[in-house]
Nanobody
Framework: QVQLVESGGGLVQPGGSLRLSCAAS????????MRWYRQPPGNQRELVAR???????NYADSVKGRFTISRDSAKNTVYLQMNSLKPEDTAVYYC??????????????WGRGTQVTVSS
């Protein structure tokens, strides 16, 4: 009964910027940690960044200083601002969230992903 929908992916040149959004909807009681993962072609899915309900953040070493995760709790939305993009950032980016539904049951939800391609 909870859905995560990513948006904002696309094709950008190296050095460019892109902003991803993920909106959660449905029978939500609360959202705790929200995360962005990515899966490069032919590789395993990896954690890119995460943010807690209190605003604490963590980043993969490969994106530190270039990516910023943020959230708008009132909108149940998490963002990933990606700057100084590199070809190795090319991947399908997935939103993930720890959610309590309106029965107060805890679940982990995934979005279906959005493609980010960094190429000249």
């Amino acid at each position: 009964q909870v859905q995560l929908v990513e948006s904002g992916g696309g094709l950008v040149q190296p050095g460019g910027s892109l902003r991803l959004s993920c909106a959660a909807s449905g029978s939500i009681f609360s959202i705790n940690t929200m995360r962005w993962y990515r899966q490069p072609p032919g590789n395993q899915r990896e954690l890119v960044a995460r943010i807690t309900s209190g605003g604490s953040t963590n980043y993969a070493d490969s994106v530190k200083g270039r990516f910023t995760i943020s959230r708008d709790s009132a909108k149940n939305t998490v963002y990933l601002q990606m700057n100084s993009l590199k070809p190795e950032d090319t991947a399908v980016y997935y939103c993930n969230a720890d959610v309590r539904d309106t029965t107060i049951s805890p679940y982990n939800y995934w979005g279906r992903g959005t493609q980010v391609t960094v190429s000249s």
